[in-house]
């Protein structure tokens, strides 16, 4: 039992240390270039895709150049380089705020990589490196009991009473960052939201969503089609369903609002779709 006992001990150490650990990525760069290459770009998505599960406390973006050219001009350079990474995380919905060094560090000595074919050292030296910090997680405390009173859930406020004007958040709606499909974890609570609407004959709505983390109101890039309108494509996702599902598409419309609305929050939480009662029946 002592054994059983100092393994798991062991075991919750690892999982708590693999939790505190800064994720790195590192970025490459074509010579006298800021833009990164396609399949740069592309590795670059996918590790902001690993982050949609991940309490960020900071992101550093560091950005360097070979030892060809002259200082001024390889000081510039690199901080043209740092700048353009920081400029696709913003594009996809990763929070200005969490971005605290974006720096351009110059050149890196040619002997600073073990590699004989200095072309290749000098290749491996035009990057950025990206460094993200998780959130400590914070000791459990033992909290006095309280009681809970429990809200409606958003099918039980599409039952209620509405009015015009009325507007219900899609509440445990959470989008994948930079896509306009649902969690996993999303689809059951949005298969509930379908079922209430289909009984809920009496109103007509407006589909809107939203996106996070974008700077002066623009809309955000949907990773699947290319194109800035993911808070579009976030309403349309669930027009889709829901008229799949068997509600009327003559009670509904869709719109994307991009960030015109933030919640003040988790940026996730701003990653959502909620509707806007047009009608009422009698």
Known sequence: MNKLLVFILITLNAV??????????EVYFDTDKYNLPPTEENRLLLFISTLTDVDIEAISIF????????DTYNLKLSQQRADAIKAIFSSNEISDELITNVDGKGEILLK???EKNILKIRGLNRKVEIIVTPIKPKPVEKKPVVKVVKKKNTPELIKG?????DKIVFKNILFKTGYSTVTY???????AIAKALVEREDIYFTIQGHVCCTQYSRDAVDRKTKKRNLSEARAKY????LAKKGVDKRRMRHLGMRRKFPLGGDPKFDRRVEILITYVGE
């Open 16 to 25: 708590f240390a693999f939790s505190q650990k800064e994720l790195t990525h």
């Open 63 to 70: 950005g360097f150049c070979d030892d060809i050219g002259a």
């Open 112 to 114: 600073i990589v073990e």
């Open 161 to 165: 009473d509405l009015k015009v004007g």
């Open 185 to 191: 974890g999303s689809k059951k609570t949005l298969e």
């Open 238 to 241: 669930v027009y889709d369903y």
